[in-house]
C-alpha cells in the first residue's frame, strides 16, 4: 500500500495554474489584494487539475491517538492514562476540537493507533453539540470501534480501532517501533484518508492525541532538518523550567542512540517517532495521492509532514499549513517545508484546532475563484 501510495503522487497540474492565475487577473479587484490566498487559490487548481478547483467541502478532521513510552523519562507531567480519557472527550462531544468541528461543520473521526489503556465506550447521553461533560466516560472496552461508519452523521464523532499496539517504547532505550509496525501505522493512515475521500470528503484535516507527543515531535523535527534539539524542542503542556532541560536532553539522548537518517524516513519514524506521527504521515501522504488538500495542525502534524516529504517530495503540494504553533519546532519545519501558515494564534493545544479555524480561510480562497464576478461580467472599468 506505502509504495503504490507513494507513486501516485505527482506534481501541480500546470494548465489549471495557468488559468487559475488569468482569473484572478480579471476579478472584480485590484491584482494581488488578496496576497497569500490568491497563490493558494492557485495551487488549489493545480491539485485539482481544474480551475477553478472544487469549493472544499465537506471536511473531515481526523485525529490518531496514541501513547509513547518516553513518558518514563518524565517529559511530561500529565499521567499516561489522559489519552484515554480525552478520546472519551472527543467522543463525547466536550472537546475544543468539538466546539471548533461544530462551528465549522467538519466530521471528527478519532482513530486508536497505539492508546496504551482500552478506550472508552461512548455515552449515548451524551450528544454532540451538548455541553462539555464533567469528566471522561469510564475506559471498559472497545465499543463502537470499528471500520469507519459512513452512514454516520457529521455531528457524531467516530471512533476507528485500528490499533499498532499499544503504545510505543522508549525511544532513549530502545527504537520506538520496529519497521513493521511504522510501516503499519502509516498505512492506517492512507486507509483513513482513502475512505473519508471515498466517502465524499473535499478536505482532510489533522488531528492528534498523545501525553508526551511532542517530544518525538521535536525529534522527527531534528532529525528531518538538521536542527539542534534545543530548536525544536518545546513545553508541550507547560512544562517548568528543569523539566524542559531534561526534555531537550532527552530529545539529544535519542537522537545520538539512534543517528536517524533522514533519507530513511520509514526507519526515522520507528527508531524516535509516535504511532500517531507515523499514521499522520500516512494521512498526508493518502491526501496527496488523491490530489486532495490536507490542512495541517501543529507541531505534530508538520513534523509527520516532514516524513511525508521525505517519502515523497511532491505531497508537499497538497499540504496547507492551517497556523504557527507555539511550539519552536514547527516553525523549523514549516521553514523546511517552505510552507507560509495561514493563521499565527500561538496555538498549541493540538487535537487539529488550529487547522479547524483556518478552514475557513482555504474556504474562502477557493469560492473567490467561483463566486467573484470579472470585470467584463459585471461591467466594471478596469484601470
Known sequence: MLENTIAAIGPLDEPAMTAARQLQARLTKPAGSLGA?????VRLAGLAGSCPPPVPDPAAVAIFAGDHGVHAQRVSPWPQEVTGQMVANFLAGGAVVNAFARQAGASVTVIDVGVAAPLPVPDPSDAAGVDAPDAAGPLDGAAGAGPLDRAAGPDVPQLVDASVRRGT??????????????????????????????????????GDMGIANTTPAAALIAAFTGVDAAETTGRGTGVDDPTYQHKIEVVRAALRRHTPDPADPLGVLAAVGGLEHAALTGFVLGAAARRVPVLLDGVIAVSAALAAAAFAPAAVAAMVAGHRSAEPGATVALRQLGLTPLIDLGLRL??????????????????????????????????
Open 37 to 41: 490566498l490568491e497563490e493558494l487559490s
Open 169 to 206: 517504547r522508549d525511544m532513549t532505550v530502545t527504537a520506538a517501533m520496529t519497521r513493521d509496525e511504522a510501516r503499519a501505522a502509516v498505512e492506517v493512515g492512507i486507509s483513513i484518508a482513502e475512505e473519508l475521500v471515498d466517502a465524499g470528503v473535499g478536505i482532510l484535516l489533522t
Open 350 to 383: 493540538g487535537e487539529g484546532t488550529g487547522a479547524l479555524l483556518a478552514l475557513p480561510v482555504v474556504t474562502g480562497a477557493v469560492r473567490v475563484l467561483h463566486e467573484v464576478a470579472t470585470f467584463d461580467s459585471a461591467g466594471v472599468a478596469e484601470k
